[in-house]
């Protein structure tokens, strides 16, 4: 992972010197979409990521087999068993179709979480970095009560205390990503508070909401977003380790979490079968996780 993504166990704060700070033009975003045009590992994970995103929206109008209807006399059959593509799982069900459609929910649980927690850690993060002082330390020292636990463990004692379910999920995920994306928006924040353009803005008689909006926002707002965009491979894998330890999706719903929890016995039995998930999770989030790094490179354009 690059110096701005998130472990599982604390983050690291994005390298962001002060002379990069400055109110970004269309030139900037022009910049910054050639040079991540001209990245070939980032265009490659692009074109894999629509794929299985298109697949997932586009499941039911694909003509696959029903991913719920099950057959004891075809369970655990190998790839290309009477017209079943990838074989059946354990329950006689259709393997292509449920990893299909079992992209809709671990994406929507990859995306989520890290969407809700972005809007509301990096408003809180803006606002203690903006305002300094005693509300800075109140907030922050909140969001630092969150780092006593491990990213990992904190989402399984959520799940655990909430119980299982797929609101549940999105419920921890959600409180487990707020607190980093928080840290990072009130350190990028501070520095930008302290920049001449601020300053400038603020002895204009500017209120603190317009400067914000129209000065501060404009500069946080892509380091919060790249990486927002690392933790959607966090989340992911995190969500389908909830969904194997019993604590995510509930079955029979096509979840590639849960579809590796469910196939584990079958692994001497099929074993394509039952690693074909765990490809599923490997190849999505390492997609997520390289196209973020092209994201920061190509946003830091003095490199």
Known sequence: MSENTASLSGIARPMVSQESFRRPSRGYWHTVGRRLSRDPVAIGCA?????????????????????????????????????????????????LSRLIYGGRLS??????????????????GIAAGFAGGRWNMVIMRLIDVFYAFPSVLLAVAISGALGAGL??????????????????????????????????????????????????????????????????????????????????????NAEWGLMLNTLRQAIYVTPLNAILPGIMIFVTSMCFNLMSDGLRSAMDVKA
């Open 107 to 124: 994406l929507f649980t990859g995306f989520a979480p890290v969407v809700l927690a972005t809007l509301i850690g990096g408003t809180l």
């Open 167 to 252: 609101l549940n999920s999105l419920v921890s995920l959600t409180l487990v990503f707020i607190p980093p994306i928080a840290r990072i928006a009130e350190s990028i924040t501070t520095q930008v508070r302290e920049q001449d353009f601020v300053e400038a803005a603020r002895a204009t008689g500017a209120s603190a909401l317009r400067v914000v909006r129209g000065h501060v926002l404009s500069n946080v707002i892509g380091p919060i977003l790249v990486y927002a965009s690392s933790l959607i491979s966090v989340s992911i894998v995190i969500a389908s380790g909830l969904s194997f330890l019993g604590l995510g999706v509930n079955p029979p």
């Open 47 to 95: 074109v894999i990521l629509l794929a299985i995103i298109a697949l997932a929206i586009a499941a039911p109008w694909l003509g696959l087999d029903d991913p719920y209807k099950m057959s004891m006399i075809r369970r655990l059959k190998p790839p290309g068993y009477q017209g079943h593509l990838l074989g059946t799982d354990e329950l006689g069900r259709d393997m």
